[in-house]
Structures are given as structure tokens and as C-alpha cells.
């Protein structure tokens, strides 16, 4: 019996995309939960900022619920752009968590897809806990790069 290595206890895989190495998760069906916003020089590098953003609160897990509401409301990606007024590109780059949406946004979103309030106020939290993690998680990653380019020196 073989077991798969980058199987999670969460039921998300890591794997990188070709282009430009970016570190993907996964669901078990193979659906696209968080692209790595960052290009990167190797697939190793790509798969560690795929391990350590995967650990940000909330990060792949929010984008992955708005995508299961806006489908349980029957609403295509491009019908959520023109009642918000904004991009598909916006839309898809939230549900992929390669942005990450403010909370007026994930409200905005949740009322669109008739949330009720508990599950809206939830997911506003999940946003408003990742913000802080997002961003000590992209000051470690800027030290580690200048130290590595450092290091190349």
C-alpha cells in the first residue's frame, strides 16, 4: 500500500504549479484552495511557502468557503464581480486565497450568498485573524529572502 506524502491531516496537498514555481494547496478532488502569490526560483522553495502559508489562521480555509457558498447560491464568479463592482480577476484571486479579502469584502460577499448571520460574523472573524498572520508571515518571509541573498554574496 502506498500512501501519499503530501497528504495532510486536513485533506489539503501541497504541489507546484510550473509556472514561475508556485506553491499550490489542494483539496482531495484536486481543486485549487490557495496559490502562492510569490514566484519562485525552485519547486523546493515552492513547496515550503506553500507548508508555511497553509499555517496562516483561516488563509486557505476562507477562500475555499466563499467558493462553497457563492456555488451553493448559484452564482458564477462573473455575476459576483458586476453586483460588487469589481474584477472576476478579484473574485477568483479570493477564492484561491492568493489575495487575502478584507472584511468588508468577505461581508459584502457573505450577504450576497444570503449567509445567515452566524456563518457571516464567522467568516468576517476567520478574515480579520489571518490579516495579523498574513503579515508576520510576509515579514519572515522578506527577512528570509534578504538573508539568502545575503548569504549569496
Known sequence: MTTNPLARPDGLHVRVA???????????????????????????????????????????????RLRQLRQAAGLSQQQVAAA??????????????????????VRDLADLYQADPQQRDALVAAARAARPARTAWGLRRQRQLHDDQDGAR
Open 84 to 105: 460588487l463592482e469589481c474584477s472576476t480577476s478579484k473574485v477568483s484571486r479570493i477564492e484561491t486565497s492568493e489575495i487575502l479579502p478584507t472584511t468588508r469584502d
Open 18 to 64: 510550473v509556472a514561475g514555481y508556485r506553491g499550490v494547496l489542494a483539496d482531495a478532488a484536486g481543486r485549487t484552495v490557495w496559490t502562492c502569490r510569490h514566484a519562485h526560483a525552485s519547486r523546493g522553495q515552492a513547496r515550503v511557502c506553500a507548508e508555511r502559508e497553509r499555517d496562516v489562521p483561516g488563509l486557505s480555509d476562507l477562500g475555499y
